[in-house]
């Protein structure tokens, strides 16, 4: 699973998300989980294993027939 987004609302999604999936990759465009979240939440994420963060990056592109295939951007 992957959740889009830095703040409050995209980290609560990735953490319920954990407790469901195998494994949720958070992408979030800025390089710092703190500037845009709670501090509680951020580090819970850090402490979460199958939570996957990915700082400075972006989505660039969905495509998909069947399947959904997601294209990042590494900054």
Partial sequence: MVVG???NSA???????AGQARKVSLVVRADDL???MSSYLAHRIE???NIELLLSTEV????GDG???IYLRIR
């Fill in 67 to 69: 399947h959904l295939r």
């Fill in 47 to 49: 402490q979460t294993p």
């Fill in 34 to 36: 703190y500037k845009n």
């Fill in 11 to 17: 980290g609560q999604a990735a953490v319920y998300l």
């Fill in 5 to 7: 987004g830095g703040g």
């Fill in 60 to 63: 660039v592109r969905l495509r």
